[in-house]
């Protein structure tokens, strides 16, 4: 008997896997083809695969791919049926996603939010000497309820309460929560002396929303489906990185006349929020105050993501992995 039916015949029982856990070892395996994984390469070296010859590697390689990683633990690790042919299917699949999902307890008043951000360095072809961002991770604890931050509440500084409860009271029609988002984020002049349009407002007021923490899995999932409805928002058609070197899902939004595009970047395992960045869409001359800098397409003007986050019962306390 061959070697190739021996493996088949102890795999026989096996369930035949499908698309999405073939995913990510599909991608490992072209990585490891291509050179790039020292770790694989090693693994193709060892002389307990080499000896069972090219046609039993090829074999042992797919049996490889059959296994499915926890996805709660792998940030590159892709969502099932993850679609990223537009921003409707995409943030819809999304939505199904969370709505599977258990809602934790609302936080209680003397709780604090913890939370990790890093910002990448701008990337400006017309520049070359850019400072780094300042000395690494930015950690942070908020408290989630704030009695004095809370007392006006037309106030725009709002603590996580505030917006976690304003999240949970926002109705299921997506027509209905964006005019409902569009009266919690008033219109404002931006920095360029332009009146803010309507789907620029809406489309700030769901991207904080969604970069708030927490927020239960069933608001971000009402949110997700009213964000796909946005005339021009987009999302782009392969994952990104983002500031941490996370492979993320870019969803964007360019304002006419703006030169950039916002990508609002979301986790494509469970599709959390993870970071922001600003894109430069075409050559342009910026001037600010006097001072002219010369903006190339594909320039990254901001890029920031965020590596943690939780609830904890103390200002300082760091939570355990």
């Known amino acids: 008997m061959d070697e190739m039916t021996q493996l088949r015949e102890l795999r026989a029982d096996a369930p035949v896997p499908g698309r999405a856990a073939l995913a990510p070892g599909r991608e490992r395996l072209t990585t490891a083809i291509a050179g790039r994984n020292r770790r694989t390469r090693r693994l193709w070296a060892d002389w307990r695969v080499a000896s069972l010859g090219a046609a039993a590697t090829i074999t042992a390689a797919a049996l490889i791919i059959t296994q499915v990683v926890d996805t709660s633990s792998n940030p590159d690790t892709l969502a099932n049926n993850l679609d990223l042919s537009g921003p409707t299917v995409t943030l819809n ?17 003397g709780q604090w939010i913890y939370t990790v951000n890093v910002t990448g360095k701008p990337e400006l072809a017309s520049t070359e000497n850019i400072a780094n961002p300042d000395n690494g991770p930015d950690t942070s604890w908020t408290p989630y309820a704030d009695p004095e931050m809370e007392k006006d509440p037309a106030d725009d500084a709002w603590s996580p309460r505030e917006t976690y409860r304003a999240a949970e009271s926002l109705p299921d029609d997506p027509a209905a929560l964006l005019a409902e988002v569009r ?4 219109a404002f002049d931006t920095e360029r002396g332009r009146e803010e349009s309507s789907t620029a407002r809406t489309f700030r ?17 009402r949110i997700y489906r009213a964000l796909g409805t946005v005339p021009g928002v987009r999302v782009t058609d392969h994952l ?3 500031a941490a070197g996370r ?6 939004y360019e304002e006419p006349g703006s ?17 922001t960045r600003h894109v430069v869409t075409e050559d342009h001359d910026l001037n600010e105050l006097g001072f002219v800098t010369r903006m190339t397409a594909g ?14 019962d103390a200002r300082g306390e760091v939570p355990q992995p």
């Open 93 to 109: 699949r999304a939505a199904d996603f969370l709505e599977e999902k258990k809602a934790p307890p609302e936080p209680r008043t």
């Open 183 to 186: 009266a919690l984020y008033p």
């Open 205 to 221: 007021g769901l991207s904080t929303l969604i970069e708030s923490y927490p927020l239960s899995p069933a608001a971000r999932a």
């Open 240 to 242: 990104v990185r983002d």
């Open 247 to 252: 492979k993320a899902i870019a969803v964007t």
């Open 259 to 275: 030169h950039e595009r916002q990508e609002l970047l979301l986790s494509p395992s469970d599709y959390s929020y993870t970071g």
């Open 299 to 312: 320039d990254i003007t901001l890029d920031r993501a965020r590596t943690a986050a939780a609830v904890v």
